[in-house]
């Protein structure tokens, strides 16, 4: 069983930032998604276990950045240029065969972490 612990969530103005962070209990691909009521579950970042490779969705691109830190099995979401639309619970997940880009393929999920962008 994977365990993850997630932390970093909070409140933020809008134009700020704030860095989440997922400790894994060994080294596998991992990735964010975010929910907000009512909505499906949706990607926002993943990398392969390595971090050579990164993918994002557009909702992302050019203001998040994931990265990791292997020797700690601690994957980051940098969030900067944060907008009211960013508001959700965030999730870490963990794919065990495959980077985890859809709630299809994630096996793990971490508990969530609430991030609120006020305007």
């Known amino acids: 069983q994977v365990q993850l612990v997630e932390s970093g969530g909070g409140l933020v103005q809008a134009g700020g930032s704030l860095r989440l962070s997922c400790a894994a209990s060994g080294r596998y691909a991992m990735g964010w998604f975010r929910q907000t009521p009512g909505k499906e579950r949706e990607f926002v970042a993943a990398l392969t276990w390595s971090g050579g490779a990164t993918y994002y969705a557009d909702c992302a691109k050019g203001r998040f950045t994931i990265s990791r830190d292997n020797a700690k099995n601690t994957v980051y979401l940098q969030m900067n240029r944060v907008k009211p639309e960013d508001t959700a619970v965030y999730y870490c997940?963990?794919?065990?065969?495959?980077?985890?880009?859809?709630?299809?393929?994630?096996?793990?999920w971490g508990q969530g972490t609430q991030v609120t962008v006020s305007s």
């Open positions: 997940a963990v794919g065990r065969d495959v980077v985890p880009t859809t709630t299809t393929n994630t096996d793990y």
